[in-house]
């Protein structure tokens, strides 16, 4: 007897549209224009298509691609294992999922250590991936490089404070600029960023009143993570901040939901109903027309004893 069955094939269920965007893709004048109207952009660090898209519905202004992809989506311990490679391939998923959304490549470990090297691969960020900007680390030390890409007409930022590619001088994710000499670096990197003619940067784990001084000195804007509210942008990791990633949680952090609780909770669910024989069931099935079942059946009946 053929199985019993509703239709032929169940029509594909149409994915819900996102919202459409409020506004199109940000400009590098919006950005740099920022530090004048006092208007608060919002960045986040983006590893994939699906993520890319969430930020790009919810209105995020910056979608970066922060080599941190190396931890949260790769499974490493640092972002050091992060290659040019690794980054420009999730960098033309994060392009494809928020085409609308001003996309920021963040340079991977000595992918920028001598100006050709710089150049190259920043390149392959604007070239390959359609990014509207890239970003490496440093300040004083790296003006040569960070002059060399504006120069070559490729939009850049930079990151200071505490920088990951440099933690093992730092000796660990330790906070930056707790001593007035420690800060005095920091304010004479964020000026030779300035004068590099980069149109932003990013603090990294600098105390507030630190961060706050210095980026009210500078005439471009600044962002922090882990650098309180007195810069003129905020960053966090949408992995982080959805709950995503909880191999641990940096203080800066703040979570707004905990997607790995509900993930973990449909998979259980999900053994459950295999393990048990309910799913899946006829309404997750396809049919088949019962004829041509019964004509099916008779094959494989006359075939086995042939």
Request: hydrophobic content about 40%.
């Amino acid at each position: 007897m053929a199985p019993r069955t509703k239709s032929y094939a169940s029509p594909a269920k149409k994915a819900p549209a996102l919202p459409p965007e409020a506004r199109k893709k940000r400009t590098i004048g919006e950005i740099r224009e920022s530090k004048k109207t006092g208007e608060k952009m919002v960045y986040t660090s983006v590893p994939d298509y699906t993520s890319a898209r969430w930020a790009e519905a919810a209105g995020v202004d910056v979608c970066v691609v922060g080599d941190s992809l190396a931890m949260v989506a790769h499974g490493h311990t640092s972002t050091i294992p992060a290659s040019m490679d690794m980054m420009v391939m999730h960098a033309q998923a994060v392009r494809r999922g928020a085409p609308n959304t001003f996309s920021l490549g963040c340079m991977p470990y000595q992918s920028y250590h001598t100006v050709e090297r710089a150049l190259a691969n920043a390149t392959r960020f604007m070239q390959e991936a359609a990014c509207d900007a890239v970003k490496p680390q440093g300040g004083k030390s790296q003006a040569h490089i960070l002059r060399a890409l504006v120069d070559a007409g490729i939009p850049t930022a930079s990151h200071i404070g505490l920088t990951p590619h440099t933690i093992a001088m730092f000796g660990g994710f330790k906070i930056q600029g707790r001593t007035a000499e420690a800060a005095m670096k920091i304010l004479e990197d964020a000026f030779a960023i300035q004068d590099a003619g980069c149109f932003m940067l990013e603090f990294e784990a600098v105390p507030a009143p630190i961060a706050k001084l210095i980026s009210e000195q500078l005439e471009i804007p600044t962002t922090g993570i882990g650098a309180g509210s007195g810069c003129d942008g905020q960053i966090l990791l949408s992995y982080d901040l959805l709950g995503v990633f909880t191999d641990f949680k940096p203080k800066f952090t703040k979570r707004y939901a905990n997607l790995t609780e509900v993930a973990v909770m449909g998979l259980k669910k999900y053994v459950a109903e295999v393990k048990s024989g309910a799913f899946p069931d006829d309404d997750h099935s396809y049919s088949v027309d019962p004829k041509e079942y019964e004509k099916f059946a008779k094959l494989v009946r006359k075939r086995r004893h042939v």
